[in-house]
């Protein structure tokens, strides 16, 4: 099926009518169905108010000058040759959005800023903020520290903001 999904795409795309090509990957094996029970977690409700302590970062990094948003906008070879994002990174199966997201923002953030060259640099940690801003209260395990106030949910989902909080809280800036 997904062949045939491509090579009918694809067969599009050379007609003019898809403005891209796609190629078969590693999930090409798996039924849709075999690619929701594995990578489509049944993560907890997010919107729940008690979940999250939603950090909001003071600072303004931007300001509005008025000028016009361009249509399109690349991050690799941005601005005469820089490169502002690292390599694409596979989260797999785990559900960790939210660390792969926060740490995106915050590498960004560092290459735009001159603090990091992102064309060589591998970029943050996630699965540090997937073991260290996850909440583990409650845990019967007497080695585990009450990680409480980042209340993510390591492989079982998270919020941005209470990843850079774990960041801001523990030396980031």
């Not at 990094?61 to 008025?66: L, N, Q, S, T």
């Not at 603090?115 to 080695?143: E, F, I, R, Y």
Request: include cysteine.
């Amino acid at each position: 099926e997904s062949r045939k999904f491509v090579n009918s795409h694809n067969q599009r795309a050379a007609e003019g009518k898809e403005t891209f090509t796609v190629s078969l990957n590693k999930f090409a094996a798996m039924t849709e169905d075999e690619f929701a029970a594995r990578y489509l977690n049944n993560f907890k409700d997010l919107d729940d108010p008690t979940v999250g302590l939603n950090y909001n970062c003071d600072g303004v990094y931007f300001e509005d000058d008025g000028s016009s948003v361009p249509d399109t906008l690349t991050w690799v070879g941005y601005a005469g040759g820089e490169t502002r994002v690292t390599a694409v990174k596979d989260q797999g199966s785990c559900g960790s959005c939210w660390s792969f997201g926060s740490s995106a923002a915050i590498e960004g953030f560092m290459c735009a800023s001159g603090l990091k060259d992102c064309s060589t640099w591998s970029g943050l940690s996630t699965q540090q903020m997937v073991d260290c801003a996850s909440n583990t209260k409650g845990t019967t395990d007497p080695n585990m520290i009450d990680l409480t106030p980042y209340d993510n949910h390591a492989c079982n989902g998270g919020l941005e903001p209470n990843a850079m909080r774990y960041v801001a809280l523990n030396g980031g800036q």
